[in-house]
């Protein structure tokens, strides 16, 4: 029998989630909805009396207080008059993560016949509305069709899923012509060139066979740009025309723009980013560019692992699984890193159109960046709150270009116990998978990242989209950490894109493998022996396991209901071979699945862009610019995501994403207790700025170092022992124009590296972020995230941002100059420039250490890095995040330019520079730590609630009441 | 002077179980994480234990509803094991999804069949928030007196909460009543200055500005803000910098548990 249950809110009760969706459809500028109400809906399956299904509804799917229900209301949602019912259900074999709870449940109440358990969303809309305004409310805002339907729409219910019948596919390449060679690479979403596919072909032509589709499917996903990174390995032949344009108002001790001579690049990552790494030989450096995160120490028993991916893809087709997937799947890297690491922070960093875009504009295909922008916020929330890890630190930045490609950055760092820091499979170790059940989910998902978008990608691309599960991965990482302890495994690593094909060919790769695919876990029947082997399932980990240790850990996961299975054997073979129901699928040398791939050789090009110099008229009155700039959506508080995140469970949370008297301020860096029992803390931050790559993506990198780093020493932090993470999201880079500035960025990364003396220990490229439409292609702007880790001896010493007493003293430290190209002012005017700001990095070095002895010393009250806006955004920050006024005087801020204006000295966006705020009395203490630096007191804080600038004529240029300021910051993403 | 034993229930997506044991080891008691499989097979015993806590997380992911499927299991697979515990005098403490589950449970606010009376719902910003909040607990009042847990509060405490359904609703306006004549209201949301106050002080719309209950007894305590998250001044997230302050206002609520064990079990 099947009975459909509707579970909907009392009357009286506030039903959050039908007036949610009232207010997203207004958003839309649909008007006629006068209301809208929501009901959950449920359908079981399964021989169960009346009885049992009253007890089911009554005890478990209602909330007796606040909710009621009705058992088969009458069948198809009806649609009536000004009433529109629209139920949105899961696709068949989408996993539905409420049936696993929900089947528990009803067991636990003592009832056996129930098979199956599906869940949809029914929202009553109320209102006069045309067939084609509920279309839109349904597609723009209530389902995703790459995932959900409509019910009733046509022919849905759960359809069974067919037997499959074995038999092995061979793929003709022997006899294939190149023609038909590319073909193949087309229509299998291979994304493998024609020298890739002649030199699969020359391997089989050997092997006397055609490769079946498995083996072809393997090759394809270890090859793959996703995890390959083949542009970054390969060779790069690279030009550069810089006319270093000497603008009149450039000073000459100014760094000029470095002209890298080196022509012809043989991996990239290897004469950049692990060149840095390996030249710095910290001896804090555990593990760098080998295991799923970089390792450092950080105490005497402890290390700490990092890593950041993106999930770019995903998220654009379908933002909350595709962000929800993405922070499960960086959370498995430090899980899998070393013999398992217990995860201790997130961090998330998000590049979106902006809010605001018209629908008009939207190119076809691309979902509205406002719901792509809750759905990742959702996503995120939901996953990490979920397996209890704090989001302590994050970014969101907008520009146009991101509207078919938004950026979705995701961080976890991991503390592992010193003795569990590396791995060794051995020969005879059983190949055990764990977590969850595979489906026909996120196929492709490797490959499919290592191509453009298209506007078709939401059809043929839907595979690879998926939905995450984060209580099965919660509980698989509680009994992982069990099994470490106990030592019952040699080796651990997620199945991330690719799947099993990617784990196990990782972990046998120095040995060789053999697993029998019809032992893996199933989510339901139908699957192919290949689609078993390269499904991106998610919550899955790969263990390898000493025979004698077999039992015991199967016993201790199914202790706590997580499956755990033995599906193969590491063995000394050299080879990997899969067996389905005694077949032999796959028999592939491991050589040459990991070294076989042919080097890729593409061409760069690099030429420095000139951009318009805006006109701007200096305005006596530069109130309304600062409030404009306070309202960019850059800039202004991100409050609303960020309190939807945890961002204090585990009990380590130091300093907090927000901060202040009401606690509302932006902090700089993130400070987190990880082991609660010392004062040891890891500080958290990130550099990102794009809009710097518009005019040298040299500079963008340098500043983006610079950046995490200043944050770092901002909230109390040094230079000590400090780690970075390079992410880079990039155009096609098989588009010479697009690699050139990879290039330039990636030397930005060494030589920013390599002056400051913080060595790279992992990283992650994003390439092929381009949406094409009608042949059109829009590629996102290069953009680089670093991320920073430090480990701070006592957090007691954390400084925080936001202004603590009136009377006391504001310096500005750090040379301010006419530093505006890629400003956020500019940017108001619609402007890049071309004075990018750059980097002095022996002063800034000096300016970091002398700021880390007055911090450890307890000298500094407040301090806040200037960076977007400013140093009147700053100011302003600080000033309103403490509910105290300001008064600065732009005659005292070391300004160096030929330009005198006040609007330059405000909002030039130069780096490392900070304002701190001092006690009166620790003036001197504090001035001769400074000696020799450039530094200047701009101003007090004062009592009254008004922030005053005065310009260089010595007049008010800004007059503005606190409450106005913090409106400005506030009000554009108060959602 | 032998220490309480505090049994932390754990399940798939509890996930404050860690800080929760490290607050009542910070207040002299013995901790041990347990698995409700551990409970419901037989393989550790309740009795065993003088606290029970349940700490923050979303059990099975609080699909269903917040606290629902954990709150059923203890209803019917430990239902005799808990009406011994609670006979023999014993505490139970409830944090955010702890809370959630006594709730659902019907073990707060109590009554003699267990019937669930109230509950934690949706917030009415419609959304997981995590802020700090003002609490009152009034002193030296008979409130203060029935819960074992608080006593010795000062007048306003300073919490972090973090949920997504927190919202304070009973079945009808006479259980309310009833809350408030016997006392069981043990915290309240209000504003720094003690005063009642609205949103985002009040963060979810509880009814009354309910944040934490106790049963007729004072000896089971449910609440949705976190003094496991503030037990160490190093969480304020204006980091106090006073050094007379040793510890988070959280704190006290773990020792007054402790105390009441090593006094009175």
Redesign the interface.
């Known amino acids: 029998m099947v009975y459909k249950i509707e579970v909907k809110d009392s009357p009286g009760v506030f039903d959050a989630v039908g007036k949610g969706a009232l207010k997203d459809i207004f958003d839309l500028g649909i008007k006629g909805v006068e209301d809208v109400f929501f009901a959950q809906a449920y359908t079981i399956e399964g021989q169960i009396s009346e009885a049992q299904l009253k007890l089911i509804c009554e005890e478990l799917l209602i909330d007796k207080i606040s909710q009621e229900y009705s058992v088969n209301p009458s069948g198809k949602p009806q649609s009536a008059g000004d009433k529109h019912i629209i139920e949105v259900a899961y696709n068949p074999g989408v996993m539905d993560p409420v049936e696993e709870s929900a089947l528990k449940g009803i067991k636990d109440l003592g009832i056996e016949g129930v098979v199956s358990f599906k869940t949809a969303k029914k929202y009553i809309l109320q209102g006069k509305l045309s067939d084609s305004q509920v279309k839109t409310i349904s597609e723009k805002l209530l389902y995703n069709k790459l995932i959900q339907h409509i019910v009733g729409a046509q022919g849905t219910g759960h359809r069974a899923q067919a037997e499959y019948k074995f038999k092995v596919i061979n793929v003709d390449l022997l006899g294939a012509s190149d023609k038909v060679l590319l073909d193949i690479s087309k229509k299998g979403q291979l994304f493998l060139n024609l020298n890739e596919m002649l030199a699969i072909k020359k391997y089989f032509q050997k092997a006397g066979r055609n490769p079946t589709d498995l083996e072809l499917e393997t090759v394809a996903q270890t090859w793959s740009e996703h995890c390959m990174h083949k542009t970054f390995r390969g060779k790069i032949e690279y030009t550069e025309k810089i006319q270093n344009p000497k603008s009149k108002i450039q000073n000459k001790s100014q760094i000029q723009n470095p002209k890298i001579k080196i022509k012809k690049i043989n991996n990239l990552l290897k004469s950049t980013i692990m060149k840095a790494t390996k030249e710095l030989k910290k001896p804090w450096c555990v593990s760098v560019f080998k295991d799923n995160s970089g390792i450092i120490e950080f105490d005497d028993k402890y290390n700490v692992c990092f890593k950041v991916e993106t999930h770019n893809h995903p998220s654009a087709l379908e933002p909350f699984g595709g962000a929800n997937t993405g922070i499960g799947g960086v959370i498995r890297d430090p899980m899998g890193t070393g013999l398992g690491a217990k995860p201790v922070l997130n961090t998330d960093v998000f590049c979106f159109a902006p809010p605001d875009y018209p629908f008009s504009k939207l190119p076809k295909g691309t979902l509205h960046p406002k719901r792509v922008a809750k759905g990742v916020v959702s996503g995120v929330r939901d996953y990490g709150n979920k397996m209890g890890i704090p989001t302590v630190n994050g970014a969101v930045l907008f520009h146009d270009k991101f509207v078919g490609n938004p950026l979705v950055y995701c961080g976890t760092a991991g503390i592992l116990p010193k003795e569990k820091s590396f791995k060794q499979v051995h020969t005879g170790d059983l190949v055990v998978v764990v977590g969850g059940r595979t489906g026909r989910d996120g196929i492709h998902g490797a490959t499919f990242s290592s191509g453009e978008l298209t506007h078709e990608s939401e059809t043929i691309s839907s595979g690879a989209v998926q939905i995450g599960n984060p209580i099965q991965e919660k509980k698989m990482l509680d009994v992982i950490l069990k099994a470490r302890d106990e030592n019952l495994y040699t080796a651990i690593t997620d199945c991330g894109a690719g799947g099993l094909s990617s784990a196990v060919g990782e972990m046998g790769q120095e040995l060789g493998a053999e697993v029998y695919l019809e032992k893996v876990p199933l989510k339901y029947d139908g699957l192919s022996y290949m689609e078993i082997w390269i499904s991106e399932s998610q919550e899955r980990m790969t263990l390898s396991v000493p025979k004698e240790n077999i039992n015991r850990l199967l016993e201790i996961f199914a202790k706590e209901n997580v499956e755990a299975t033995v599906i193969g054997e590491f063995t000394n073979t050299k080879r990997l071979k899969l067996y389905y129901r005694g077949n032999l699928v796959c028999d592939l040398a491991m050589e040459f699945l990991h070294e076989g791939v042919p080097q890729i050789a593409k061409k760069a090009e690099f030429a420095i862009a000139k951009h318009r110099e805006p006109a701007i008229r200096p305005a006596k009155n530069l109130t309304p610019q600062l409030l404009k700039l306070l309202s960019h959506y850059d800039i202004c508080s991100k409050e609303w995501i960020i309190r939807q995140y945890d961002h204090e469970v585990q009990g380590g949370s130091v300093l907090k994403p927000l901060t202040g008297i009401v606690n509302d301020g932006p902090s700089d860096a993130a400070v987190v207790k990880p082991v609660l029992n010392s004062s040891k803390g890891l500080i958290i931050s990130n550099g990102i700025n794009f809009r710097y790559g518009f005019i040298d993506p040299y500079w963008m990198a340098f500043s983006c170092v610079e950046e995490s780093l200043r944050q770092i020493i901002a909230c109390g932090g040094s230079l000590k022992q400090v780690a970075i993470l390079d992410n880079f999201c990039w155009g096609n880079p098989d588009k010479p124009d697009r690699l050139g500035g990879l290039v330039r960025a990636s030397y930005g990364c060494y030589d920013a590296a390599k002056q400051f003396g913080v060595p790279f220990i992992s990283g992650k490229d994003s390439l092929y972020n381009e949406f094409t439409v009608h042949g059109k292609s829009i590629a996102i702007p290069g953009t680089l995230l670093i991320s920073a880790i430090s480990v701070m001896d006592d957090v007691n010493k954390t400084v925080s941002m936001f202004a603590k007493n009136s009377g006391d003293l504001v310096y500005i430290i750090g040379q301010t100059k006419d530093e505006l190209g890629g400003s956020h002012y500019f940017d108001l005017f619609n402007a890049i420039g071309n004075n990018v700001p750059k980097v002095d990095p022996k002063q800034a070095k000096k300016i970091f250490n002398a700021l880390s002895r007055a911090s450890d010393a307890g000298l500094i009250k407040a301090m806040h890095d200037c960076s977007d806006g400013g140093l009147a955004v700053a100011a302003a920050e600080m000033a309103f995040s403490g509910g105290l006024g300001m008064d600065i005087f732009l005659s005292e801020v070391p300004y160096q330019a030929q330009t005198e204006r006040d609007d330059f000295i405000l909002f030039s966006e130069s780096n490392s520079r900070f304002i701190v705020e001092i006690e009166k009395n620790r003036q001197k203490q504090f001035e001769n730590i400074l000696k020799g630096l450039p530094f200047g007191l701009i101003g007090c804080i004062n009592p009254q609630k008004q922030f005053r600038v005065f310009g260089l004529n010595g007049k008010a240029c800004i007059d503005a009441g606190l409450a106005k300021l913090k409106e400005s910051w506030q009000a554009p993403l108060r959602w | 002077m032998k220490k309480p034993r505090v049994c932390i229930l754990?399940t798939?997506?509890?996930?404050?179980d860690?800080?929760t044991a490290?607050?009542f080891e910070k207040a002299q008691a013995e901790t041990e994480l347990v698995?409700i499989?551990?409970l419901v097979g037989g393989n550790k015993k309740l009795a065993d234990y003088q606290i029970l806590a349940l700490p923050?997380?979303?059990s099975?992911?609080?699909?269903?509803?917040a606290g629902?499927?954990l709150a059923?299991?203890l209803r019917?697979?430990l239902a005799d094991d808990l009406k011994d515990f609670i006979k023999a005098g014993k505490l139970i403490i409830g944090i955010c999804n702890g809370f959630q589950i006594l709730v659902?449970s019907g073990l707060l606010p109590g009554n003699q069949n267990l019937a669930?009376?109230?509950?934690l719902?949706?917030?009415?910003?419609?959304?997981?928030?995590?802020?700090?909040v003002y609490l009152r607990a009034a002193k030296n009042s008979q409130r203060a007196a029935l819960c074992v847990w608080a006593k010795d509060l000062p007048e306003t405490i300073y919490l972090?909460v973090?949920h997504g359904e927190g919202?304070f609703?009973?079945?009808n306006k006479i259980t309310l009543s009833r809350l408030k004549e016997n006392n069981q209201i043990v915290f309240q949301y209000c504003g720094q200055d003690g005063k009642s106050a609205g949103y985002p002080d009040n963060p979810n719309?509880s009814a009354e500005s309910i944040a934490g209950i106790c049963d007729l007894t004072g000896r089971i305590l449910g609440l949705m803000p976190?003094p496991?998250?503030h037990?160490d001044p190093?969480?304020h997230?204006?980091?106090v910098?006073d050094k007379k302050i040793k510890d988070g206002d959280g704190l006290q609520i773990f020792i007054n548990g402790v105390e009441y064990c090593r006094k009175n079990l």
Request: net charge positive; hydrophobic share 25%; proline share 3%.
């Open positions: 754990r798939a997506g509890t996930n404050c860690k800080e490290f607050a698995h499989n551990q923050g997380g979303f099975y992911g609080d699909d269903l509803g629902k499927i059923n299991e019917f697979k659902k669930q009376e109230s509950s719902i949706i917030n009415d910003s419609g959304k997981f928030e995590d802020r700090w972090p973090a919202k609703i009973t079945n719309g976190h496991e998250r037990i190093a969480q997230p204006r980091l910098r």
